[in-house]
Every structure is written in C-alpha cells, then in structure tokens.
C-alpha cells in the first residue's frame, strides 16, 4: 500500500523532473543571471535575520510542499541573497559571474562524481592534471605535483604539512612527540590561515614568527634573517617561510626574491600564498610582481578570485616531483584504492589529499580558460589594473576622499572624509571620528542595495575603505558611481 501512495516529489517521474528543472533553470537566468548583474536592480535586499526567517520560511517539515511551492522557494532564495556578481559588488576578493564557469560549476554538480579515481571520475582526472600543468608551467615549472583544495586556507595549511612532512617523516606515523619546536614564519599582513593552520596541525599558534612589513605592506627580508636567528637562539628549528603574493587588505607582494634567498641559506622550505595575487601571472605587463616565485617549493593560487572561475576553484602547486603530496597524505584504503585494477592506478589521486570524498573543482576554470584563452584572461587582468588606477586618480581629484597610499595591484584603499570633518586634521578627536564614517556608510549602502565595499582598521589606521577591482563587467561608469553614491549617502555625516 506504501508504494502506491501518491509522493509529493518527482521520484519516478523523469518527465515531470525535467520539465520542474527547466522551470528552475528560468528563474536562475532572470533572477540569479539577469537581474543578479545588472546595474538598475539592487547589489542585496537586506532584511533583518528574524524578517528574512519569515520571508524564506526556513522549517522543515515531515510532508513535502507541492512543486510550485518549491520554485517560489528558489525564486526567494536568489532575492534575499547577495549579488555577488553585480557590478556594484566590491566587498570580497571574488566577484563577477562567468557564464562559461558558470556552465562548468552546472555540469560538475549535475554528474556528481568524485575526484579520487579515475573508474568514477575519468574526464576530470585528466583534466585536473591538465589544469594543474597549465598554472605550474605559469609559475615557471616544467614539472610538479599539485592538486585543488576546497579554498586558499585549506592550501596553505596542506603546505605547512608538507613542509613539515619533508623536515620530519616519522611525525606521520608517531606525531608530534617525534618533533622538536618548530618555528614558522610569516609577515604581520599574512592571511589569518597561517595562524589558524598553526593552531589546527599542532604547532601552536606561539610556533609562527611574525616578521615586519614596510609601509606598503611587504615583508622585510633582513628581519625575516633576523627572526631566524632568534629563533635558533631560542632552541627552535625553523622549517617553512610563508610569503604572501598579493595582501588581502593592502594588495602588497612580498619581495619574493630576496625571501627565497634567506630560504636558500638556511635550507627552508618556501610558501608563497599567491591565493589572490597569482593570477597576475597571466598578465605580461604586470606579472614582475611576482618575480621570484618559481624558486618557491610550494603555492596557493585561487582562480576563482581575480579569473572570476567561481567559489571555489582553489589550487596548491609544488616543485616537488618525488611524489611527496601522496606519501605525506596516503592511508592506502583498500576498497578504493585497489592496486590490482585493470587500469594504471597512478590515475588515482585521491590518496594525495586528507580528504576523501573531492569536489571537482577544474571543469569552470577549464571551461573559462577554452572560451577566453590565455590571451583573453590576460586582458581580463590588465583591464583590472586599468580601472582600479582609474579609480585612485578620480579619487584623487575629488574632495572629502583621501587615497590610503598608491596601490601596486587592484586593492584600492581610501577614506571618505565627510563634510563635518574636513579641514579639521588637527582636531583630537578627528581620527576616531573619521573611523566612524565607514561603518556608517557601508550600513547605507547595504540597506539600500546600492552596492558593497569592505571596510577595516589596519594597524594604527582607522577604518577606512577597500575597494576590489575584479569584476570583468567593471566600467569606468560603475568607478564614478562609487564615488557619487559615497558622497551622496555620506553628505549629511
């Protein structure tokens, strides 16, 4: 009797799953794809949490809801949340919306697959290594290994874990009573994922050094020297150095060459967080940011920040060739990873990462990358570039917005400073009013959809704002309306 009870899903019923999905598949295209990037509709909707409860009507309950219901379900999710591939979209080191990437991100979740052997996942075991290939030859290797990490934290920690791998190979099997205290190094503008893999794969958070950056924020490699040594004086022995290519607030690429030259002396292992910054190696205009970086022994590069491939496509690449990623990482489990298949089981690579259901993550990039080519995200990249100094010069120009300091990359830093408080440097209280402005403001914008900028305090600096250039749809038009709606909204401040 339970079977022939009418279900209120679409089990058994193709045709009706087909045509429910084409029916969300219109939503998406006009609510997620065409309203979602276009300037005459809102960045976000905001509502309070309690409201968009309500609104979204979140319970779930022991009886499906007719179909119908199900679609304004979708229809309101894409309404409430944030367009992140608006034009007026700035906050994050993401945005845009690709439709090539896009595409791959529909197919990927359509076939469901998982990246750890090639029986279950032959297209996209190829095509990782393919991919993985590409940005390593961009790097400047010939050879390597590597593979995609759910996000860049996940890929600088598996860094430090194979930093450490290499220094000491009995901690895999014995842990850390096999270990002296190790030391790491680091800038004061690092990302927050070196102390957080710090934390997480037992060093301790006291184990990472923090070495100075100059005012533009890049790591000083005479201080970097100089903590080493400290470090051995104090009983330590320091493994790993984690330079960054590309700072999140300030945009800042660390001296790579001079870093990896206080590596060479020592024998340490380099990192180079290249997660927002890497893909500036496409650009032959601006890729001497990064010069030094294919003397480093392992980076973190994330297309989908600046190549816009979607969240998340995020890649760790090593020099190594000895196959460290899979004995650091391997548990050889013998219903996966059979030796006596009837195909080469060095295709499978799962057993080189911890975790063991993957995502494949290389289909949006390799889908972006045929449609644009190599040529076409080089323009992408330097178009970024051009309109980020377009920006700083138009700030320049205008009263009330103070330029942070001359960016070298797409970050671009500033203040507004508001009526009531120009001319007024000298006051006492001046820069802890000026620090006010921006959470004020970025409450505007929000609740009125107008658009998104990040906002933060940096060292002795109050708030001030970050505005990411990244957007491919970007124009100069969405530059000055930044700056109009900044004015407008903070004019009577």
């Known amino acids: 009797m339970a079977d022939s009870k009418p279900l209120p899903s679409l089990d058994g019923d193709p045709k009706a799953a087909e045509a429910w999905l084409r029916d969300v598949f219109e939503i998406i295209v006009e609510e997620a794809i065409q309203k979602g990037t276009s300037t005459s509709e809102k960045v976000c909707e905001w509502k309070e949490p309690e409201e968009l409860k309500q609104l979204l009507d979140l319970e779930l309950q022991s009886c499906g809801e007719a179909q119908e219901q199900i679609l304004e379900h979708c229809r309101a999710v894409i309404h409430y949340s944030v367009k992140t591939g608006h034009p007026r979209f700035f906050n994050q080191l993401f945005s845009g919306l690709d439709p090539h990437a896009l595409a791959g991100r529909i197919i990927t979740e359509s076939l469901n697959t998982s990246q750890y052997t090639y029986e279950i996942a032959p297209v996209f075991v190829l095509m990782e290594e393919e991919v993985l290939k590409k940005l390593r030859a961009l790097v400047g290797w010939s050879s390597g290994d590597g593979v995609f ?39 004061q503008e690092c990302h927050y994922s070196i102390n957080k893999g710090a934390a997480f794969l037992g060093f301790g958070i006291d184990s990472v050094r ?44 660390d001296p790579l060459n001079a870093v990896a030259d206080v590596c060479q002396r020592h024998g ?22 990064l010069d030094g970086i294919q003397r480093a022994d ?43 298949k009837f195909y080469d089981v060095a295709l499978d690579t799962g057993d080189k990462v911890v975790q063991c259901g993957r995502r494949v993550d290389c289909l949006k990039l390799w889908l972006l990358w045929k449609a644009q080519g190599g040529q076409g995200l080089e323009q992408r990249i330097d178009r970024a570039f051009a309109l980020a100094q377009y920006l700083v010069e138009e700030v320049k120009k205008r009263e009330g917005f103070e330029l942070i300091m001359e960016p070298e990359f797409v ?36 609740k009125e959809g107008s658009m998104m900028i990040g906002y933060q305090p940096h060292g002795t600096r109050g708030n001030f704002f970050r505005v990411i250039v990244a957007n491919p749809m970007l124009t100069r038009a969405d530059m000055d309306f930044l700056l109009d709606e900044l004015e407008r909204l903070g004019q009577d401040l």
Request: aromatic share 8%; hydrophobic share 40%.
């Open 210 to 253: 923090v070495v100075k950056a100059d005012e533009r924020g890049k790591m000083i490699s005479e201080d970097l020297e100089r903590q080493i040594n400290l470090a051995e004086a104090e009983g330590a022995v320091p493994f790993l150095v984690c330079a960054t290519s590309g700072t999140t607030v300030l945009g800042a690429f």
């Open 298 to 340: 392992s980076v973190a590069w994330n297309p989908h920040k600046l190549l816009g491939a979607g969240l998340q496509c995020s890649a760790l690449l090593l020099q190594d060739t000895s196959n460290l990623l899979k004995h650091c990482h391997e548990s050889q489990a013998s219903y996966l990873f059979q030796q006596d």
């Open 411 to 446: 970050n671009v830093c500033f203040w507004f400073v508001p009526p009531s408080l120009r001319g007024k440097r000298e006051s006492p209280d001046y820069s802890q009013r000026l620090s006010q402005v921006a959470p004020v403001l970025k409450e505007r914008m929000v």
């Open 268 to 289: 340490l292992w380099l990192h180079v967080d290249a997660a927002w910054g890497g893909s500036v190696l496409l650009s032959q205009t601006h890729r001497h940011l």
């Open 149 to 187: 990490c759910p996000g860049g934290s996940i890929s600088n920690m598996y860094a430090m874990n194979l930093a450490r791998y290499r220094r000491y190979p009995d901690c895999k099997q014995k842990g850390l009573r096999a270990l002296p205290p190790l030391a790491i190094f680091t800038s």
